[in-house]
């Protein structure tokens, strides 16, 4: 055996279900295709991770969040939902505890970083760059993983690869795949006016716009059109561009001026149809790829990690293979109840947000109306995002 587990991808998700198998007696290999320079150091990528509560307590616990700079984070108040021109509003705001935010802004970069740093401190895990998997095939005792110049063999592979993931395929596994045709773009903002902590969100005139707020009048700015409209933003100068979103967020943020270089995402979300097979597990987008409108991409692979984790450790504990099927399947169930609900109710929403014909328009008032007026549906809601603790998804640590 070369490793007990092979993570394929170091990506949040790969290094999270690492960093909840760190300090464990079983060994961990991860193999990603990128050079370690860019996970010591990884480039701005524009994506601004709204963490929920619950996972800046799990993040805490794997020691990840007292390796991100205080200068990298900040609070997530309370996230506010307009629709179009309409003078109603959703808020939502910590109703655990109303003196604590609802979640913590932090970039992709800044907690890939801290991922990264907090793996490589157990001796356990090790890393293998500029690794590229390009296969593999279980048997009864093993799986063999093939690398462009090398083959591996381990008791259980958990592919992290991307939500385009190619182990996923190659082990026979499909995925219901929604293109949105529609692309986001996202970058950093100054402006005059203060954010104060609040998230907002808001949908119509043909676009779907949200400020993240960041650090003193910074935020994360978030626009999903047609590509080529997006295209058509990301030729503009630096200045033409801070009018044209001056004018998309009607002057709320007083003068603006662009802090970061800007980045487009085309917008896929992806499902797979199972999450295991003989030896072998999805994490991560690999698994639940989200539309990134509801925030939870990472959310949802930071909890699915810690599920993974305590299957293998519950199946070892119990003398049984690391990679018992009744320990994945149970995997595999837990993690498709608490993700597939919110995945497919951000699709329906994303779709309904960015549709401009009429029936859309009066369908989304009145949802916005209803969920207002719903307060048990509401308060649901808002439940959920300041949880702090949930005992089913929390990665664990546990020595074995
Ligand atoms: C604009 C935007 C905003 C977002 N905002 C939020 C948010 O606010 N909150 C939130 O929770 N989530 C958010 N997300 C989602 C979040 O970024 C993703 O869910 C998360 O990055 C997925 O991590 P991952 O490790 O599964 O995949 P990835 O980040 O795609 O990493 C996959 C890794 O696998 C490696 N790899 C791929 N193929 C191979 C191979 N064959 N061999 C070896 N290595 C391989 C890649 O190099 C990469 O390092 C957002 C996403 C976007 C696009």
Not at 129 to 141: K, N, P, S
Request: glycine share 8%.
């Amino acid at each position: 055996m070369d490793a007990d587990i092979v993570i394929a991808g170091a990506g949040p998700a790969g290094l999270s279900l690492a960093a909840a198998l760190a300090g464990t007696s079983l060994s961990v290999l991860i193999l990603e295709r990128a050079p370690q320079r860019a996970l010591k150091n990884p480039a701005y990528d524009g994506r601004e991770i709204a963490l929920t509560a619950s996972s800046v307590a799990a993040l805490g616990r794997l020691g990840v969040l007292q390796r991100i700079a205080e200068a990298d984070m900040a609070p997530l108040r309370s996230a506010r939902v307009f629709n179009g021109s309409s003078s109603h509003t959703l808020e939502f705001r910590n109703v655990r505890d109303s003196k604590s935010p609802l979640g913590l802004m932090v970039s992709n970069a800044a907690l890939k970083r801290a991922l990264y740093e907090a793996v490589s401190q157990h001796g356990n895990i090790t890393l293998r760059d500029e690794t590229i998997v390009t296969g593999a095939r279980a048997a009864a005792d093993t799986i063999e993983i093939q690398t462009q110049d090398a083959s591996l063999k381990s008791c259980l592979l958990v592919a992290a690869d991307t939500r385009f993931s190619a182990l996923r395929a190659s082990q026979g596994i499909g995925a219901f795949m929604y293109e949105f045709g529609k692309t986001m773009l996202v970058c950093r903002i100054h402006h005059e006016k203060p954010h104060d902590g609040v998230a907002t969100e808001w949908f119509g005139h043909n676009q779907t716009v949200a400020m993240l707020p960041l650090q003193d009048n910074l935020s994360s700015f978030v626009i999903t059109l047609p590509e080529s409209q997006i295209a058509a933003l990301m030729e503009l100068s630096e200045t033409q561009f801070a009018e044209e979103v001056q004018q998309r967020t009607q002057q709320r943020w007083g003068a603006l001026s662009l802090a970061s270089a800007r980045f487009r995402y085309p917008l896929v979300a992806v499902f797979a149809h199972r999450f295991v097979a003989p030896r072998f597990a999805l994490t991560g987008d690999a698994a639940v790829g989200m539309h990134p409108v509801t925030a939870h991409g990472f959310n949802l692979g930071l909890s699915g990690a810690g599920r993974l984790a305590a299957q293998i450790l519950a199946s070892q504990r119990a003398g049984c293979d690391i990679a018992d099927p009744r320990g994945l399947r149970r995997y595999e169930c837990g993690h498709r109840r608490a993700t597939a609900p919110l995945f497919f109710a951000t699709n329906a929403l994303a779709s309904l947000y960015t549709d401009e014909r009429g029936p859309a328009r009066v369908a989304r008032t009145l949802g916005l109306r209803a969920l207002n007026a719903a307060t048990p549906v509401k308060h649901a809601i808002e439940t959920w995002l300041s949880a702090t603790e949930n005992k089913h998804s929390e990665p664990t640590r546990r020595a074995a």
